[in-house]
């Protein structure tokens, strides 16, 4: 399969705890993006990267999230100190410079206990 | 900040059924995308729009660029029980604006 890939697919955590999750975007693609998807909502925009370059950061991006890329392929994306708001579905996509043309992965779902 | 408008929120259809629907922006898009989502999935891209006026299809999909490039719209012909969704507009740049999506219920 060649599209973009996340995992893990879900995880439960305890408040305070702190994950990481890991995204692999179609390997051509040098762009990768992060949204935030909560119940009955589009997807929200956290964050996107050029390469290894991190261009853009939403301000729903809040000091305890930190997304990286250090090698322009895999990305990661951590929280620390979870909070229960942070229960969502965390989206990873990619696509080509220049493109607006974004294709998601299957997600990460998220549940803060 | 940008705000998308979907309409309907929702619709049940019947099997074989037209579907409609729309989307309208606070300000104007230079693209517009439509993806649909299934439960527990990530979005799925169905049609890319980068000209004001553009009618683009993808099989059953239908989809066109509002002049104004205030609007777009989306439609499927001959509906199916696997149309079942959540289908989103979006457009902007690199960070996109989504809407909150029209879900669809296909009647067999």
């Known amino acids: 399969d060649t599209g973009v890939s996340q995992n893990p697919r879900h995880k439960i955590t305890k408040r305070g705890q702190n994950v990481t999750f890991r995204c692999d975007p179609i390997?051509?693609?040098?762009?990768l993006y992060w949204y935030r998807q909560t119940l009955g909502q589009g997807p929200e925009f956290l964050t996107y990267f050029q390469n290894e370059a991190q261009l853009e950061k939403s301000r729903l991006l809040s000091d305890r999230f930190s997304a990286e890329r250090p090698k322009g392929s895999f990305s990661t994306l951590e929280i620390q100190r979870t909070e229960q708001g942070d229960s969502a579905m965390y989206l990873c996509?990619?696509?080509?410079?220049?493109?607006?043309?974004?294709?998601f992965g299957p997600g990460t779902r998220l549940t803060v206990t | 900040g940008q705000q998308l408008n979907q309409s309907p929120q929702s619709m049940f259809i019947q099997e074989g059924e037209d579907v409609s629907m729309n989307c309208t922006s606070s300000?104007?898009?230079?693209?517009w995308l439509w993806y649909k989502q299934d439960p527990g999935e990530g979005p799925v891209l169905l049609i890319a729009l980068y000209k004001a006026g553009e009618l683009t299809s993808n099989g059953r999909l239908t989809a066109q660029f509002g002049i104004t490039r205030k609007d777009s719209f989306l439609n499927i012909s001959a509906s199916i029980p696997s149309d079942v969704g959540i289908y989103f507009c979006t457009g902007g740049s690199e960070k996109l604006v989504f809407g909150k999506g029209t879900k669809l219920t296909v009647n067999p």
């Open positions: 390997s051509e693609h040098n762009r």
């Open positions: 996509a990619s696509s080509f410079p220049g493109s607006y043309e974004q294709y």
């Open positions: 300000s104007i898009f230079n693209t």
